[in-house]
């Protein structure tokens, strides 16, 4: 396996608007899996999010390429769960060791993101790899790619939604962001609803396309016009965008999302590189996870222990 020495840290001067009593402390990190490369983020005392980039192993990148082959399949899978644990152990082991060396210490990590394309038995061992059992009883936020995506660009504070501020509440407009997630193998799209007062995203629908190419084109008209059965297509404020597909290739995907949309209003939000915007969501979770630790009980313990057949 591939030794994880490449190291590059990146300090983008991004506030997070919430941190009030907490925000001279350093955060948690947040740990982020794409296909390529493993983010360590967390807000450092000045507010800003810190990003480390570490790359992945050839096994974990065929475990992928396997995962997107086999998503949305019946049948048999073809990793047995200890070999995956394993996996995931290994790499998580050189992340921490080197960034105890840049640290002088342990780091702490309290969120971990995975792509969306990975099943909950590999997300259950990628939990026991970052998160031993002594660990489980502190506040933690565990999930995909989709659940972090959308929180690093202030919508909760109106930004990006096109709406006067006194309006960007759940007794505003509705609020709708289409949120597309492209690598290479596969385009997923989710709509969600932003959930002011509960700070979250709820999901109204998803659906993804493997292996594209051009049909991406008709698989967002089809996509979108379903939404819009139930939605209004002028309450679709944003588009926001991650993954590791080309930059000419997101550029002409937001194109072709803001044609299917059809309005003057919606906004391809672009202030993050697609590459890094879950990682600074899984940073901005970190804090949350720091400033609001009872929101946070035991959530691993409730969604992973009840599967013994790992």
Not at 216 to 221: A, G, K, Q, S, V
Not at 239 to 256: D, F, K, Q, R
Request: proline letters at 4%.
């Amino acid at each position: 396996m591939r030794s994880l020495i490449y190291v590059s840290t990146i300090t983008i001067l991004a506030r997070y608007a919430n941190a009030d009593k907490e925000n001279n402390l350093e955060s948690p990190f947040g740990l982020t899996f794409s296909p390529t490369t493993i983010f360590a983020s967390r807000l450092n005392a000045s507010g800003s999010i810190e990003i480390t980039r570490y790359p992945v192993s050839p096994e974990y990148q065929v475990y992928y390429e396997d995962a997107v082959y086999t998503h949305g399949l019946q049948g048999d899978k073809t990793h047995d769960a200890k070999s995956v644990a394993s996996m995931f152990d290994h790499i998580i082991s050189l992340v921490t060791k080197s960034l105890s060396s840049q640290l002088g210490h342990k780091p702490e990590y309290s969120t971990l993101f995975l792509p969306s394309v990975f099943d909950r038995d590999t997300l259950y061992a990628a939990t026991e790899a970052v998160f031993p059992d002594d660990s489980l009883e502190r506040p933690l936020k565990i999930g995909l790619t989709r659940e972090a995506a959308c929180y690093g660009y202030g919508f909760f504070e109106g930004k990006h939604l096109g709406l006067p501020l006194e309006e960007s509440n759940d007794d505003g407009p509705e609020s709708l962001i289409v949120v597309l997630e492209y690598e290479d193998a596969y385009l997923y799209a989710w709509f969600v609803q932003v959930a002011f007062d509960f700070g979250t995203f709820y999901v109204s629908q998803q659906e993804i396309c493997k292996d594209c190419g051009e049909r991406f084109r008709d698989f967002l008209d089809v996509f979108i016009n379903k939404a819009l059965l139930e939605k209004h297509r002028d309450d679709i404020r944003a588009i926001v965008i991650v993954g590791e597909a080309s930059a000419p290739s997101i550029s002409e995907l937001g194109m072709i999302a803001k044609m299917a949309v059809g309005t003057e209003v919606v906004n391809v939000v672009t202030d993050i590189d697609p590459t890094e915007a879950v990682a600074h969501g899984a940073a901005v979770w970190a804090r949350l996870t720091q400033q609001f630790p009872q929101n946070f009980l035991s959530q691993c313990t409730v969604n992973f222990r009840q599967h013994d057949e790992l």
